[in-house]
């Protein structure tokens, strides 16, 4: 019971602290939005560590982190050769293929309106089907291997590129376009000077949702198929081992990994679009 009180304690004083921050003449600054979410994630971890101990739950049910991190640390090399096999290999190279595709495609779709009328919505039925039902296919297709995984992230990631990067080069105004007309721009003069630059948040946003689809994607595809390596297959394995500090450790590495995927894209949207107002402040 003391270790529960305690976890109230704490999720008490997160609250208190998180709230002086917010409400403090100091809110708006950088380390303060730093902080706030470092403060609650501790908090959190602090209370599943607490409740998790004093309510004795099993392994199998919920490991407390410190059980985790001892996993983690002891499987490192396990952990990184599961990364490459999944996130570098397949994530990755899916990703880079995929959306360097859909934004090639959108330029066709945009200099040829057939193509818009035509591709779009079966974009958009393509991109509603199910990975569980497009995944096995996808396997069997191009092996058990990570090019199989590749694959299955090229077609999670290419319709929302697609729709995003299109709907970008649409941003133009009207006037903006006939302005480019009267100076005698090409095409290509417009499309370089105006409409691209235009366009780069809704491609950076595309690019954004596509790093969290390329991660699910890759390794929900290795529960169909894969080599003795790889997140989604430790994952499958751990779980029929009823190991699942080793489950949490994977999702560790997951969510790092996505996190830094997603910080990395934002990094270099903020450099490209500086001028955007989501930009500023």
Known sequence: MIPVLGAFGVWLFGWWLNSRLASGPYSDTRMVRFLAPLIFGLTVIAIWELVVRGLDVPLVIL?????????????????????????????????????????????????????????????NFVAALPIVGTAPILVMWFGFDWHSKAAVVVVMVFFPMLVNTVAGLREATAMQRDLMETYAATYWQSFLKLRLPAAMPFV???????????????????????????????????????????????????????????GLVAMIEKGVTFWHPSQRG
């Open 63 to 123: 490991p407390a982190p410190s059980v985790i991190a001892v996993r983690f640390a002891d499987s490192v090399p396990i952990l990184w050769a599961d990364f490459v096999q999944t996130i570098i290999k397949g994530a990755l190279s899916g990703y880079l293929i995929g959306c360097g595709s859909a934004f090639l495609m959108a330029i066709a779709v945009d200099r040829w309106d057939f193509l818009r009328l035509g591709l779009l919505p079966v974009g």
């Open 204 to 262: 950076f946003n595309g690019l954004k949702i596509s790093t969290t689809l390329a991660l699910i994607g890759a390794i929900v595809a290795e529960f169909f198929g894969s080599p003795t390596l790889g997140m989604g297959f430790r994952i499958s394995t751990s779980v029929g081992q009823l190991s699942l500090d080793m489950v949490w450790a994977e999702i560790v590495v997951a969510a790092l990994a996505g996190t830094a995927f997603y």
